[in-house]
């Protein structure tokens, strides 16, 4: 059984930044074994790929709509991943779900994940 809980969501200004954070909970998971990812899903849209890392933290994908804003790592000693959000845009706003895969390798597709968080929430203001 693996647990996923997402935390550092919230209200911020257009330009601003956030750290989201998702701890991993398990019993007889190796968390390094396995690619971490974020999504998100806005209201009306459907859920979206944001960031995914490998289960050894060497290779990162971003969404083009993200790259250069946002960072995705892991600390494989603590079973966190982390989502850096920088220079935050309005079309950034949507519920972020933090989703472990069933591999390393960071894929970028939702139905390569099999557990996924509850969701933080990320609104961005103008």
């Known amino acids: 059984q693996v647990q996923l809980v997402e935390s550092g969501g919230g209200l911020v200004q257009a330009g601003g930044s956030l750290r989201l954070s998702c701890n991993c909970t398990s019993f007889g998971y190796t968390f390094s074994s396995y690619a971490m990812g974020w999504f998100r899903q806005a209201p009306g849209k459907e859920r979206e790929f944001v960031a995914a890392?490998?289960?050894?933290?060497?290779?990162?994908e971003l969404a083009n709509s993200v790259n250069g804003r946002f960072t995705i790592s892991r600390d494989n000693t603590k079973n966190t991943v982390t989502l850096q959000m920088n220079r935050l845009k309005p079309e950034d706003t949507a519920v972020y779900y933090c989703s472990s895969a069933g591999t390393w390798f960071p894929y970028t597709t939702a139905d390569r994940y099999n557990y996924w968080g509850q969701g933080t929430q990320v609104t961005i203001s103008s």
């Open positions: 890392i490998s289960g050894p933290g060497v290779t990162t």
